[in-house]
């Protein structure tokens, strides 16, 4: 008896934007030579507060898109965004794209064979990511913070958090799908978090794929689904990286809250104030520098993870607390305000995977 083939999934390409044209003009058209044709899939741009000449460039782009169709949300931030994105749509999966990314020719036919593999489908799936630098990547930059420019390099497949992939290899919006339903019924992004109104706190991706993974859903990285990211030249410099890691580790503590995971934060805490005390002499160097950059992007990282940590801490009128207020505002980096994430667990414990 022939076996029975399984229907491939139906997939919406979504690509969210703020006043960037430019680049969805090119992810569009990599959408464009997919090898599925474009009667296979849909594809929906979300204008995320963008300018009213912006809409309007925006609004030619797509018209010229036989699948495509533009969506706006007053409501800053990318999470916003793709929210709408997937409520917006009505496919099995809705495969996340940044606007400076550029899908590879088989990235929606990779993702549709991707999840048909598995039974049943998974939860999410990361793939890999590549630079096209606009500028070449100074000497000085760190190898180990690669990352940050939001680049995936490994070659392979395996489900997140498990030994079957490197460790630390997280989902990046860059290049990621998400099975649509699971993520509405779980309330979708995380719209506390995100790049607007002076917080650059991130991470609500990786918070995506570890509650669906927490939920029982499989969390699965795949090389075969590539995306090629545009690295901004505006990226290459000491202040933008130090700034990024200052605001990665307070995406890092907010994560954790909102999973439910405060208790490593206070575990961790101490250990992030000792490095900030011990490099804290690296930070009489201009931000422009290169010099001791390996103490000092460890110092930026400490300092946000502190932050995040204590905000709320240092507004009790204990002397613990007026203390930390103090020690908190002594330099010029930007305190963090008080966020409603669970600093003390208050949400529900997640259910792991079996």
């Not at 680049?23 to 979300?46: H, K, M, N, P, W």
Request: with cysteine; proline share 6%.
């Amino acid at each position: 008896m022939a076996e029975t083939r399984r229907a491939l999934p139906s997939v919406t390409a979504c690509l969210v934007t703020h006043n960037r044209p430019h680049y969805v003009r090119d992810c569009l058209e990599s959408l464009r030579r997919q090898s599925v044709g474009t009667g296979a899939f849909d594809i929906i741009v979300v204008d995320s507060c963008g300018t009213p000449s912006t809409n309007a460039r925006l609004r030619e782009h797509v018209e010229g898109m036989p699948n495509a169709r533009l969506l706006r949300v007053e409501r800053p931030g990318a999470s916003a965004a793709r929210n709408l994105g997937a409520e917006a749509s009505t496919a099995d999966f809705i495969a996340y794209i940044d606007d400076d990314g550029l899908a590879a020719g088989d990235w929606i036919e990779q993702i549709q064979r991707v999840a048909a593999e598995h039974d049943p489908w998974p939860g999410v799936i990361g793939g890999r990511v590549l630079p096209v630098w606009e500028k070449p990547l100074p000497a000085w930059w760190p190898e180990s913070l690669r990352g940050v420019l939001s680049i995936i390099e490994w070659e392979g497949r395996g489900e997140f958090r498990t030994p079957q992939v490197p460790r630390g290899l997280e989902p990046y919006g860059v290049n990621m799908v998400v099975q649509r339903k699971p993520l509405l019924e779980m309330g979708g992004f995380a719209d506390r978090l995100g790049r607007f109104a002076g917080l650059l706190l991130s991470d609500e991706d990786v918070q995506v794929g570890w509650k669906l993974q927490d939920l029982g859903l499989l969390a699965w990285y795949d090389s075969r689904l590539l995306v090629h990211h545009q690295i901004q030249a505006g990226r290459m410099a000491p202040e933008w990286l130090l700034n990024r890691l200052y605001w990665q580790g307070a995406s890092t503590v907010a994560t954790r809250r909102m999973l439910g995971d405060a208790a490593s934060v206070w575990r961790e805490l101490p250990r992030r104030l000792v490095v900030e005390l011990l490099t804290a002499p690296a930070s009489l160097l201009p931000n422009s520098s290169t010099r001791l950059l390996g103490l000092r992007w460890r110092l930026a990282y400490a300092r946000g993870f502190t932050r995040m940590a204590l905000a709320g801490e240092q507004r009790k009128r204990y002397l613990p607390g007026r203390v930390l207020q103090a020690l908190l505002r002594r330099d010029a980096e930007p305190i963090i305000p008080h966020l409603d994430i669970g600093a003390r667990a208050g949400v529900d414990a997640p259910r792991k995977r079996r």
